[in-house]
């Protein structure tokens, strides 16, 4: 399906990207990566921050060269044909309901704090915003794109205003001991990170809507890659230079910066934002992965009987998340869980674009990046195998139902 043309503009392209990438699990992954890491958490961070150039260049190139709305799963299929593609379909899909739960925890890390009632809390946070989210989904109620950019443009500015406030409290002894984990925590740090680098795969969707793709899109890449690793790296600093220790052990690490750097009711402030923030991203999940399993289904990758409408779709995603939220994880698994799902993805992406993408200098950097995710890909661990795990399921499901005749 070719996307429409619409004279998207650089900055237009740009501003989609940042919000399709600044996600909400900026709200409490400098302190997760600091529980891996310590300090030593900020090399992962400028890794992720570097490796975002290619990756991001790599997905902008197969939509300037192949302008469609179906993203990675289109350029799966293309290099390799429809039963990858729809491993990558499958993988994206059931990633949705194993990372509700994940993006949930991040915010109601904040209403616990200030609320209490720690778990339980948490557990009726991510109820009433999954809730909220499959009810609006069932009768059709989308959060608007331009709610959508309110939201990214929210968070952004909360991002900006709490390394503001944090500036005078920097500490440098905060630094030391730097790796106090060992270098290994780094590589832990960094299959975590993923998560907040998800979305440069949404380039190759926009790509199509450039009024002059070969030239903007490029220009664009560029300024969404500074602005998110910018931004990125500011909140993990004055995280990891202000808070010192105490990031590691925080579930609100913004609203901690904030209280010492403003003062004042603003845990409170953070924890409504918080909500909003998340009860849109995971509105946006739902809505997008319920019609992937629908197409999915049409396409004999999944049983139309369970997945073959929006509203089934939308329940079986919405009762696996609570299953999900039961599950004896805790929050660093559940994250790499999802993480390496991601992960997988952007392997299958980067290696379509090995077979698509032409020229010396096109190759290069999408195996600069191939190269790159594999190695995230084996950082992530033991939980990368549920990635390969879910692949290997829809290839398994797709040669029962359809397989390969004899003589090929």
């Known amino acids: 399906m070719t996307a ?37 958490s ?10 975002s150039a290619p990756l991001a260049w790599t997905f902008a190139a197969l939509g300037a060269r192949c302008p469609d709305a179906g993203g990675v799963a289109t350029y799966a299929g293309m290099a390799f044909g429809p039963r990858v593609a729809a491993a990558v379909g499958w993988t994206f899909y059931f990633a949705v309901p194993l990372g509700a739960p994940v993006a949930v925890a991040f915010t109601g890390g904040y209403v616990s704090d200030v609320l209490g009632g720690g778990r339980l809390t948490e557990l009726a946070t991510f109820l009433v915003i999954v809730g909220t989210a499959y009810v609006m989904n069932w009768f059709g109620l989308r959060i608007s794109g331009r709610v959508q950019v309110v939201l990214s443009i929210s968070l952004a ?21 730097f790796a106090p984990h060992g270098w290994s925590g780094i590589g832990a740090a960094a299959a975590l990170l993923v998560w907040g680098f998800a979305g440069w795969e949404a380039l190759s969707s926009l790509s199509g809507e450039y009024r002059n793709p070969r030239r903007d899109v490029p220009r664009a890449t560029l300024i ?3 602005v998110v690793g910018v931004l990125y790296l500011a909140v993990a600093a004055v995280s990891v230079l202000a808070l010192g220790p105490a990031l590691a052990g925080s579930r609100a690490p913004l609203a901690d910066l904030l209280a010492i750097g403003l003062g004042g ?25 319920s019609r992937l399993g629908v197409a999915l289904a049409n396409e004999g990758a999944l049983p139309a009987r369970v997945f073959g409408a929006q509203r089934r779709s939308l329940t079986f995603i919405f009762l696996a998340g609570i299953a999900c939220v039961l599950l ?15 992960t997988l993805v952007y392997v299958i992406g980067t290696a379509a674009a090995l077979r698509l993408l032409t020229g010396l200098r096109a190759r290069l950097v999408a195996g600069t990046a191939f190269v790159a995710v594999v190695a995230l890909l084996w950082l992530n661990g033991l939980p990368a195998l549920l990635s390969l795990v879910i692949a290997g399921g829809s290839l398994a499901y797709q040669m029962i139902r359809q397989p390969v005749p004899s003589g090929r």
């Open 265 to 289: 009711p603003v845990r409170a402030l953070t924890a409504v934002i918080a909500v909003v923030l998340t009860l849109g991203a995971v509105n946006a999940y739902f809505a997008g992965a």
């Open 157 to 177: 500015t909360m991002l900006v205003v709490t390394v503001l406030a944090a500036l005078p409290h920097l500490d440098r002894a905060n630094l030391t001991p």
């Open 224 to 226: 969404a890659v500074a």
């Open 4 to 40: 429409a043309r619409t004279d998207l503009s650089v900055t237009q392209g740009a501003a989609l990207s940042v919000g399709a990438v600044l996600g909400t699990g900026l709200i409490s992954l400098p302190a997760l990566a600091a529980e891996a890491a310590g300090p030593a």
């Open 328 to 342: 004896p994880l805790d929050l660093h698994t559940a994250a790499l869980l999802t993480t390496g799902c991601f």
């Open 42 to 51: 900020l090399v992962a961070w400028l890794a992720l921050i570097l490796l």
